[in-house]
């Protein structure tokens, strides 16, 4: 058969699809297997396998195997109706064509045996490499000497030695100083920092520079990116409405304090998944499962509740799956998994560990905040309370709250009160719950959450009474002054509890939250061990089991996502499935030996960072080897190391560090740098963006406030994940909107002017100034090259500024009174096009 009449069937099939979903039960999503198709819901219809597709449940010709005027694919190659005609686009089949596909069908329309794609077995799926227990193996002997420096070095060498290649020679100091400063904390080092291990002669000189990165308050900061990305984090809920999360930013602080502080990442995970549940538990466990609460949150009136829930419930389990066991178990959600050992009925298992935990917000003063606010409480809650009863608030809520509560009963007899339900429910989390509670069952917060909610909308009658709705107005006005003068100030997290009573979970059947299958108890995946006895409660065993030594895909996951930020690619490629149409690892011996060494360590992630960042592998030049290009294009031997592009907030930092114009502080609320006009208008509520003028501007990129319907751009030009679902890898890309962003974004503009300014009040000439401002930005000193074509273009400038009154001062505003305005303007030209190169945003 010819190529074109290949795809000629191959374009008619999911047309022939479509029949089948008309003929057979329009209910069912056919579209949906038209890449992996389902034996089960589908009868055996498989539009990826031949005999799937001959013989499949359908009983009429779809392609009628030996009987050509009978097949629907015929009749849609020959038609002459729009629409309806296959191929949909460019000339139609030509006579010899339909006749070459008759005689292929009369003939019996043979398919090949077996498709590419076809499934595993399930005797494959259960010895999965994955799921088989870590062994940790002895190092390999190796032939070369002098390449050694720890272990993670011989398990490299032994397969360059198989392989009869040779590894890269060592980066020189200049280029490992700036590599492992990016890696560990983030930041470029500064010229004295890097003369400093320069002229350091002890043989220990680069672990010693390792240990005191790994020590920097900025370690938290870098190695907190690609966990909030996994965590999904942002600064608001996402949807349409995208409300704002004011305080999201305290589970943030929470991660880079841990690790900082190097929390065993066992502990790490518990606490994320169940800390709430762990005995009397602490403020900082309750803060840490905010994890289960960065998830997208739909606050669209038309959304019902049961329906959000199962949702939200999902995109938990889907995460954990990702995050922690490197699975892709949603794929599980409406039928078993194709091709891991991941039943429907598992994946509700896990469904049931989550099904009766519900958010709750808390108080959560930071270290300094506390004496204040339990100072200024108690007599908060006293005026808030007076001015409330003065107000009579508390009986005309109570009035509402029976309004709202007969309207949730009887939806459909008063549709004013039908408006309002569906507002509060969008509003509100467990709404129902939170409006028919009694004040005492409720915690001061939620107390507070409801009068304030119905104080600002009131319903269909007081709104009716424009005396009373001004008398509310005024109480609002009232709280807010009182909440400024005594709790400025009250921070506050977003955590996880249990309720107090419990629903059973049921596999909802093909995915639909509202058809109930069998119910099912809380289980994990029968190929991997079983959760352990005991009376704990099932999250925080399920918390326990992920992060047992014997699941066999926690550390290993955890160790290739390090490696991973370390070499740019993990031993397994693909960071985010580790099942059977994942990637085999590269050096498995390897992979084992980093999570036996991980939970032997007891789980210390600085102490694998540091294996890894202190092997001679790690300090392999990166310069390209072309005759490797063919046989290994990815690198995945690891003869060399990888030149990879800085992250998004990075490539900010950057700039913000070398300019001299960086704000160090570590942690606290989310900041507003500024950003092009227009980008805030197009969220839902077009609220204005705060651009911050203090010191706030300068900020880490880490903390840029993160709004899911408008994200902050420049991150998202340089491939910062949307955060919707979790990410575990990110997209690296190099495109001339990065180039126009770091000529023009204002952050940019104001670090180039700082440096200008900088390199002008630190030397005097402008060779020195040359020399300052090429080691600022690369941490090297210019060739004799690059200090020509540099000097011609500086003094270019000059003469052009010197010729047009008033170009150096838009250029440059930002002059200081001493500064000569022309010189300003010149470097602050120099110091763009350095800042542009892309030695500048590559981590070598």
Request: a negative charge; hydrophobic letters at 40%; charged letters at 30%.
């Amino acid at each position: 058969m010819s190529p074109r009449l290949v795809l000629a069937l191959l374009v008619a099939l999911p047309a022939l699809a479509v029949d089948f979903e008309k003929d057979v039960e329009p209910t069912l999503h056919t579209r949906c297997y038209m890449c992996h198709g389902s034996a089960q819901q589908l009868s055996g219809l498989r539009l990826d396998n031949g005999p799937a597709a001959l013989k499949g449940g359908y009983s009429g010709p779809v392609i009628a195997p030996g009987d050509a005027q009978a097949s629907k694919l015929i009749a849609r190659v020959t038609s002459d109706k729009d629409g309806f005609r296959m191929p949909p686009a460019g000339p139609p089949l030509t006579d010899a064509e339909i006749a070459s596909l008759r005689a292929w069908i009369d003939a019996g329309a043979e398919f090949p045996e077996r498709a590419p794609s076809e499934k595993p077995s399930e005797a494959e799926k259960n010895n999965h490499w994955s799921f088989q227990p870590i062994e940790r193996p002895e190092p390999p002997a190796v032939r070369t000497s002098g390449f050694e420096r720890n272990p993670i070095d011989r398990f490299i060498l032994a397969r360059l030695e198989k392989d009869g290649v040779a590894p890269s020679p060592a980066a020189d100091k200049i280029t490992l100083a700036r590599r492992v400063y990016f890696d560990l904390i983030g930041l470029p080092p500064s010229p004295e920092q890097i003369d400093a291990f320069l002229s350091d002669a002890r043989p220990d000189a680069y672990e010693r520079l390792v240990d005191e990165l790994l020590a920097s308050p900025h370690f938290g900061e870098r190695w907190a990116m690609p966990w909030l990305d996994a965590a999904r984090y942002a600064d608001s809920d996402g949807y349409e409405r995208d409300p704002l999360r004011p305080h999201a930013w305290r589970w943030r602080q929470w991660a880079i304090d841990r690790i900082n502080e190097d929390q065993p990442f066992d502990q790490f995970t518990v606490e994320q998944i169940a800390g709430d549940l762990l005995p009397e538990p602490t403020l900082d466990q309750r803060i840490a499962t905010g994890f289960l609460r960065n998830g997208i949150k739909n606050r669209e009136a038309g959304v019902k509740n049961a329906e959000k829930r199962f949702e939200e419930t999902i995109d938990r389990i889907s995460t954990m799956g990702t995050v922690w066991l490197g699975l892709t178990v949603g794929c599980a959600q409406c039928h078993d998994h194709k091709y891991d050992a991941i039943s429907q009925r598992e994946f509700y298992q896990f469904y049931s560990f989550f099904a009766n935990t519900v958010e709750q917000d808390i108080d959560a003063p930071m270290p300094g905040e506390r004496g204040a606010f339990l100072r200024a409480y108690p007599e908060y809650r006293e005026r808030r309370e007076a001015i409330l009863e003065e107000a009579n608030v508390e009986e005309l809520f109570a009035a509402f709250q029976k309004e709202m509560i007969a309207a949730m009963d009887s939806p459909g007899d008063r549709t004013d009160w039908d408006f309002q339900v569906t507002e509060w429910r969008a509003a509100n989390n467990r709404s129902d719950w939170l409006l028919r509670s009694k004040k005492s069952e409720l915690s001061d917060i939620e107390q507070d959450h409801r009068i304030d909610f119905f104080l600002s909308r009131r319903g269909p009658v007081i709104n009716k009474d424009e005396k009373l709705v001004e008398q509310l107005k005024g109480v609002i006005a009232e709280l807010a002054e009182l909440k400024k003068e005594l709790l400025p100030v009250r921070t506050q997290a977003y955590t996880m509890t249990e309720r107090t009573w419990h629903e059973p979970t049921h596999i909802a059947l093909r995915g639909d939250w509202r058809a109930k299958g069998l119910e099912v108890e809380p289980l994990t995946l029968a190929v991997l061990p079983e959760l352990a006895e005991g009376e704990a409660h099932p999250r925080l065993k399920l918390a326990r089991w992920i992060v047992d030594e014997d699941n066999p895909l926690t550390a290993r996951v955890t160790v290739n996502r390090w490696w991973q930020e370390l070499f740019g690619t993990g031993l397994v490629a693909t960071v985010d499935d580790f099942g059977t149409q994942g990637e085999q690892p590269s050096h498995p011996k390897l992979l084992d030996w980093l999570a036996s060494e991980l939970q032997d360590s007891g789980w210390s992630r600085k102490h694998v960072v540091r294996l890894i960042a202190t092997s001679a592998t790690y300090r392999q030049s990166s310069a390209d080897r072309p005759e490797l290009a063919e046989d290994d294009p990815d690198n995945r031997r690891l003869a060399r190391q990888n030149r990879l592009r800085l992250p998004a907030e990075l490539v900010r930092d950057n700039a913000l560090k070398v300019s001299g114009l960086l704000n160090p502080e570590i942690g606290g609320e989310s900041v507003h740098p500024p950003q092009p006009k227009g980008i805030a208008e197009l969220s839902y509520s077009k609220k204005p963006w705060p651009e911050d003028f203090g010191p706030e501007r300068y900020r880490r990129g880490l903390y840029v406030f993160l709004r899911r319907t408008a994200p902050y751009p420049m991150l998202i030009t340089f491939d910062a994940p949307d955060t919707l679902t979790a990410a575990v890898e990110r997209e690296r890309s190099n495109t001339p909107l990065q180039a126009l962003n770091l000529l023009n974004d204002p952050v940019f503009v104001e670090s180039a002017q700082a440096l200008a300014v900088r390199v002008i009040e630190e030397k005097d000439d402008d060779a020195e100034r040359l020399e300052r401002i090429f080691r600022l930005t690369l941490g090297r000193a210019p060739n004799g090259a690059e200090k020509d074509r540099v000097s011609t273009y500086l003094n270019r400038q000059k003469e052009i500024f010197l010729s047009e009154k008033g170009a150096a001062a838009k250029a440059a505003p930002f002059i200081p009174e001493s500064a000569d305005p022309v010189e300003v303007a010149a470097w602050t030209g120099v110091a763009r096009g350095l800042m542009n190169l892309d030695e500048f945003l590559t981590r070598e």
